[in-house]
């Protein structure tokens, strides 16, 4: 801090100086006394702590100044680069449009409910409003934590309701089934006529620029997905030393940047392998070239991990191809597979706390988003999962990736 005499047209004036949240502060008083005791306080209060500093001078960095300075710093860096995406985007479409010239001491619990209003009459959903209040949130409250405001107003606020959840609707194996021999085979796209340089075009089939090799993963992945309950990004992650006699060992996600890392839950678990489809992952390795022990299962061509933008595109194109041509409508996620594993387990009987082991999650949430699954089977005979399965196989007809075709194209 320093005091500056200055000589103006006014007369002699005092200038203070000071650093003040990473910020250059200054003000001009007329008397030297002022000025001097105006310097005192200010080292007092920074000796107190920054909020003593913000109530003493009104002032407090504004929320971009903020997150840029120390909320990303401090927080946001170690965030998965996933995350940080997420987070970044909806800083600069919902938030800082708002909030992002306004010192943090100025927002009030009034601009955060006049806010969310705003969001709702510009049509954006529950959701996408419940995760900006989220972030919203948090960076308040870490400068809560760092004394920068007294209080954090979104705390206070009542949040928008949560949308519905819609019921879960697991595919059955005969529908699985149905989708995998489907994905195992070429899937040309139809072209509607139109006209071209003003001349007519008939309609015409685009070939299927997948090769035999990338059907018979895609059929593989569907029966993970649905046999085995993993997450998209724990199936992605999943390497052939994973695979075991009777379980998959479950330790890894991937990141959306084509990296791994660790589960979302963070913990690593069993997932019971169900005998076909140890069979399936047996012949896609063999249709694969015998991959080693620590190689992904489901590599891309570069044997790196899956990218969000791979993903997305396997499932807006060979997914949802494979569901239309299967008559499924509406069409599910790749992510309601999921859904068709816990319902087998279900059937079988198993309990809520075994289903919820298996699938990663605890048993409040497995009950609450399988009850109705549960008193579906409630009266009913219990099923043997690998016999579900082969039943469905065998009505369906053998895929064209068999266990003894892949053996025999490997050789």
């Given amino acids: 801090m320093s005091i500056e005499p200055r ?52 002032t407090a960095p504004t929320l971009n100044e903020y997150t840029a300075d120390v909320w990303v710093p401090q927080h946001a860096a170690a965030l998965a680069p996933r995350t940080q995406k997420t987070y970044a985007a909806l800083l600069k479409a919902r938030i800082i449009p708002t909030f992002g010239t306004t010192p943090l001491n100025r927002i009030t619990s009034a601009d955060v409910r006049a806010w969310q209003a705003q969001q709702t009459r510009d049509n954006a959903g529950p959701t996408a409003i419940r995760r900006a209040r989220m972030l919203l949130g948090a960076i308040l409250q ?10 954090n107003p979104v705390a206070i606020v009542k949040p928008p309701r949560k949308p519905r959840t819609k019921t879960v609707r697991p595919l059955a194996p ?13 899937m040309p796209v139809r072209v509607p006529e139109g006209k071209r340089k003003g001349a007519r075009r008939a309609a015409y089939d685009m070939p299927d620029k997948r090769d035999r090799i990338t059907m018979a993963r895609d059929a593989t992945l569907v029966a993970v997905l649905a046999y085995a309950g993993l997450r ?43 005998g076909p489809l140890a069979a399936d992952l047996k012949a896609w390795r063999l249709t694969a070239g015998r991959p080693p022990a620590r190689a992904l299962v489901f590599p891309r061509p570069d044997d790196g991990a899956w990218t969000t933008i791979d993903w997305n595109n396997w499932r807006d194109r060979t997914w949802t191809a494979a569901c239309e041509r299967a008559d499924l409508d509406p ?13 087998l387990l279900l059937a079988e009987g198993r ?42 196989r065998a009505a369906e007809g053998v895929l064209r990736v068999s266990s003894a075709t892949a053996a025999e194209e490997a050789v």
């Fill in 7 to 58: 000589d103006t047209a006014a007369g002699r004036r005092y200038l203070v100086r000071w650093r003040e949240n990473g910020k250059q502060r200054s003000r001009t008083f007329v008397r030297a006394a002022d000025a001097e005791a105006w310097d005192l306080e200010v080292r007092r209060r920074q000796q107190l702590g920054p909020l003593a500093v913000t109530q003493l001078t009104g």
């Fill in 142 to 151: 870490h400068a809560l934590e760092n004394e920068v405001v007294t209080t």
């Fill in 174 to 186: 005969s529908t699985v089934e149905a989708l995998r021999q489907v994905v195992a085979q070429p």
């Fill in 232 to 274: 998209p990004g724990e199936a992605l992650a999943l390497r052939w030393e994973h695979v075991r006699d009777k379980t998959l060992l479950i330790e890894d996600g991937t990141d959306g940047e084509g990296k791994v890392k660790a589960t979302k839950t963070e913990h690593v678990r069993t997932v019971r392998l169900l």
């Fill in 331 to 343: 069409v599910p996620r790749p992510y309601d597979l999921r859904h068709s594993f816990a319902s």
């Fill in 351 to 392: 309990s809520v706390h075994y289903v919820a082991r298996q699938l990663g999650h605890g048993p409040e949430l497995t009950l609450r988003t399988y009850g109705h699954v549960m008193d579906e089977f409630e009266d009913a005979a219990t099923i043997d999962a690998d016999a579900e399965i082969r039943k469905a």
